[in-house]
């Protein structure tokens, strides 16, 4: 018998969009043969629809008038045989929905609401994993946090430096800051574009030489794949930002990495099995790093990374043989 499996996609963040390619993706690569895919749709506002799919190539979204409340579609998810997770940014990703999902004992892919809520806390998980692994092979870049309304009325030029939010993903308001001019047309964009409530963070801008990216597999039963870094190299933008990210063509993407030697390469695959199991992630993660000459500076752990067959994570699966069909088995059948 077919087992049934719900895609979370949509939400109320700023990576709507991105979610809804995930889980098209999801959609698209699932094995027919072992599972009955459905898809949970959550609105912006919060609300929500467990449906099954017309087609695998497309995801109809429903009209507004046909969703429902959130936590009455939720209890549905209790005949499910696992439920993935394709909600990337705020409410999918910081670990609101799976406390949800946690609460109401519905079982779901990927990490849990504290390891969730922790990495998509830029600033206090660098702060972790500084305190018990930095300094031996790696290096975390400087890092405070600021109230926007501080970082807009306070903060001066003293450096180059990179502001990026505390907690989003797919580098939404990540700023580089390169002079005195330019910060203060930052502080306006983000002004702007921004609660002044919200947490930012400052780090100093690293003359990186590679950007690169890492994640990996946790099997069931505590064991791990070790995937291979990927080499991001981006086209449209000065670094891998959201249009580097998203657009075709945005960016050239290498796995394993063709600039680095085997050594930092290796190094980078075990550091994000170690970082993993410290921020205390499940199932699969992906850590982001910068390397200049053999310094490996680390930024951030993902723990929803993009999941599209173009994603970082699937091709540096597919590099050792797993493919995406196979990769979403695996996610599957061990969580």
Not at 68 to 88: A, P, Q, R, V, W
Not at 223 to 230: S, V
Not at 277 to 290: A, E, P, Q, T
């Amino acid at each position: 018998m077919k087992k049934k499996i719900s895609i979370f996609c949509g939400g109320p963040s700023s990576e709507y969009e991105v979610s809804l390619n995930t889980a098209k993706s999801f959609l698209k690569h699932i094995d027919k043969g072992k599972y009955t895919p459905y898809i949970f749709y959550i609105s912006k506002d919060g609300k929500a629809l467990l449906f099954k799919p017309k087609s695998f190539g497309s995801i109809d979204i429903p009209d507004n008038g046909k969703l429902y409340s959130l936590f009455d579609e939720i209890l549905k998810l209790k005949e499910m045989h696992t439920n993935i997770i394709g909600l990337h940014g705020e409410f999918g990703e910081d670990g609101t929905l799976q406390s949800i999902l946690q609460f109401l004992k519905i079982p779901f892919t990927g990490c849990d609401s504290i390891s969730s809520g922790l990495c998509m806390d830029k600033y206090r998980s660098s702060l972790v994993v500084d305190n018990v692994l930095g300094g031996k092979n790696f290096i975390i870049p400087n890092i405070k946090i600021y109230k926007l309304r501080d970082l807009i009325s306070n903060y001066k030029y003293t450096e180059r430096v990179c502001i990026k939010p505390n907690a989003k993903g797919s580098s939404v308001g990540v700023c580089l800051v390169k002079s005195k001019k330019n910060l203060e047309n930052i502080k306006k964009q983000l002004s702007d574009s921004f609660d002044k409530d919200a947490d930012f963070v400052v780090q100093p801008l690293i003359d990186y030489d590679i950007e690169l990216s890492c994640g990996c597999l946790e099997e069931k039963d505590g064991e791990f794949i070790k995937l291979p870094a990927i080499e991001i190299i981006p086209q449209s933008s000065t670094f891998f930002d959201y249009k580097a990210k998203y657009t075709k063509g945005g960016s050239v993407e290498i796995t394993p990495p063709e600039h680095i030697s085997k050594e930092i390469a290796d190094q980078i695959s075990q550091l994000a099995i170690d970082i993993h199991k410290l921020l205390g992630c499940n199932l699969y993660s992906r850590s982001d790093f910068l390397v200049k000459g053999d310094t490996i500076y680390y930024l951030e752990t993902n723990t929803l990374p993009g999941m599209t067959s173009t994603s970082l994570l699937p091709q540096e699966a597919d590099a050792i043989g797993i493919n995406f069909t196979q990769l979403i088995d695996f996610l599957i059948e061990n969580s």
